[in-house]
């Protein structure tokens, strides 16, 4: 595991000569790169989104897209389209943003759901289609979405099944003074992304997301990560629990957090560590709960508190 640590660390510390003061961000997100999952990132603007997007696929050379999701915006914009050449007589494929390694879409709830849906295959099956046709997308293939929690006129909120294929969901924070301080220098004269270097190749990355899966998990483990996601169906406060895709979520970020700390085994902490991030974005909460304003992230923590440890189990004569 020595070898997969190596290869995320490389990548954490490229970022970071970026985005400064958020390493926690930045090592979920690399973990959401190592298990091939896709990250939503809702937070204000200006706090590095975008630039986060940009720095990840820069420091793993991977191909990078943007796409800035607006209402008026059609699913061709995004799939691709087909196009009539007159000179062979033949349709033509034109691909769309969506066909690259990793994919920034920019507030994406600004644009309408059937924009929004041109995005399900591409994310659950690696693959789009148009016009009955299947274009397999590039590998690795990554999505990091972002969203602005505050200003909600004119948006149209992501529909479950969306939220539930994003791996992760994150927010960025604003920076300390001192951090602060450190990004005005840092920019005095340049935008630091634009000297960033690739530190990973993509056979590198491609190799450490294999081997992240021969990671050890014990079956008290993953009974701790099967009863989380029973837990907030059977909660109180929630009208719609996490689906057995985020089980599976929250099982290979554990991996791959266990790689990361170059175990090759998962404890209990790590998926403790991981649940909020991975499971309270599919969590819906009932209306009465709305009411008092009590937030996915709570019920998971709570769901946590309440939930017992698997632990050492004393082997009787």
């Known amino acids: 595991m020595a070898t997969v640590q190596a290869i995320a660390e490389r990548i954490i510390e490229n970022v970071e000569r970026v985005i400064v003061g958020k390493r926690r961000v930045v090592e979920l997100t ?19 989104k975008t630039v986060l997007a940009k720095s990840l696929a820069k420091s793993v ?20 389209v087909s196009v009539f050449n007159q000179k062979t007589l033949e349709f033509e494929f034109r691909p769309g943003p969506i066909h690259a390694q990793v994919v920034l879409v920019d507030e994406i709830n600004r644009a309408t759901p059937k924009t929004q849906s041109s995005l399900l295959e591409a994310m659950e099956e690696r693959q789009v289609t148009v016009d009955g046709e299947s274009y397999i997308l590039a590998e690795p293939f990554m999505v990091l979405a ?18 539930d294929r994003f791996m992760l969901k994150l927010e960025v924070g604003y920076p300390s003074a001192e951090e602060e301080i450190n990004i ?10 634009t000297d960033l270097r690739q530190v990973v190749s ?7 997301q294999t081997a992240i899966k021969d990671i050890y998990i014990d079956r008290h483990v993953k009974e701790y990560i099967v009863n989380i996601a029973r837990e907030t169906r059977q909660h109180p406060d929630v009208y719609l629990g996490a689906s057995t895709r985020g089980a599976i979520a929250l099982y290979r970020l554990s991996q791959a957090r266990a790689a990361l700390q170059e175990r090759d085994y998962v404890l209990p902490d790590d998926v403790k560590y991981l649940a909020p991030w991975a499971i309270a974005h599919r969590v819906i909460v009932g209306p009465a709960a709305r009411i008092k304003d009590i937030t996915q992230r709570e019920i998971v923590l709570d769901v946590l508190d309440k939930l017992p440890v698997p632990g050492a189990q004393v082997k009787r004569r």
């Open 30 to 48: 690399v973990l959401g790169m190592l298990c091939q999952g896709h990250v939503l990132i809702e937070d204000v603007p200006g706090v590095g």
């Open 202 to 208: 993509v056979e590198e990355l491609r190799a450490a």
């Open 184 to 193: 005005l220098d840092r920019q005095q004269f340049a935008h630091p992304v």
């Open 146 to 163: 972002t969203q602005n929690p505050i200003e909600y006129e004119g948006t149209f909120p992501l529909p479950e099944a969306q939220l």
């Open 61 to 80: 050379g991977c191909s990078f897209q943007r796409i800035q999701f607006t209402p008026d915006m059609l699913p061709s914009d995004v799939t691709g």
